[in-house]
């Protein structure tokens, strides 16, 4: 489809990050199996749940633009849940796995700031102020989800890889 | 090879950062040629001469830990710029398309602030202080490219795209 428009911009990107959630609904549950931390493992299983909520304001957003989710594939998201599977085939010490599937779910996480930071910005330029909360309010949920993952990396998992690999 | 310990992690790391670099030194070009703004054209121009010192520094970095660059392809990087090239593909108006590639290289350099991120956070946490300025000072100018690019879009291209759909 061109993009000969803001409007097909918008939906362009709307449609990237709605596969692109979906990508990351069946993804975070195997991230949660093979992490060994148990905070780590209830943040991802956690973050499943607000993922499922996020979809839900995608679809209420394309109702509102009148147009159907679904037909687009992300392969950016692809590419990012592929790096997190090479990490759990390759294996390793438990505690060094979690701080490696910590770092591609930050990898997951920053794809979905850059998108829906640009999706919340065309809504903003387009007057559409109902939708850019939406956005915004999913924007700040995957930046909280980052800073958490920072928080669980630079505590607590971080230096039980360290002391694993002593 | 498995990840038994945080320098595995830290190599695995760098080994995925230097391989998405050098993807994104060949993506950056075509980007550049695809833009038609000269202030975007440029932008993209000079973060091509930017990367190749961002290469170099990881090329000092295996040095100082004895081991050689290369082997590794980054599948997430591989992704990233295929929704680049998407978007040059499908064609549209030179306004939108503007707008669509800068927030395809947001994207892009979100995962480079990821990854560095990760990096940077390893090499304080092995006491790596001149690793870890190395890979910090990279990661601001990664970050700085963002804003670059943020402002680009939110001042003139995203205004001149809003003129061309209507």
Known sequence: MPLNSMQDLMIHKLQDI???ENQAL????????AVSSPELKQGFQQHVEQTQGQVQRL?????????????????AMKGLIQ???????????????????????????HYEIAGYGTARTLAQQAGMTEAAQLLEQTLEEEKNMDSRLTQLAEGN??????????
């Open 18 to 20: 709605y596969d692109a």
């Open 59 to 75: 679809e209420q957003l394309f109702e509102q633009l009148g147009k159907k989710p679904g037909g687009q594939t992300c392969h």
């Open 157 to 166: 998992v971080n230096q039980k890889a360290q002391q694993a690999g002593q």
């Open 26 to 33: 069946q993804a975070y549950p195997q991230l949660a199996e």
């Open 83 to 109: 790096e997190g599977q090479k990490i759990v085939k390759e294996g390793g010490a438990p505690e060094v796995l979690d701080a490696a599937i910590i770092a591609a779910a930050q990898a997951i996480e």
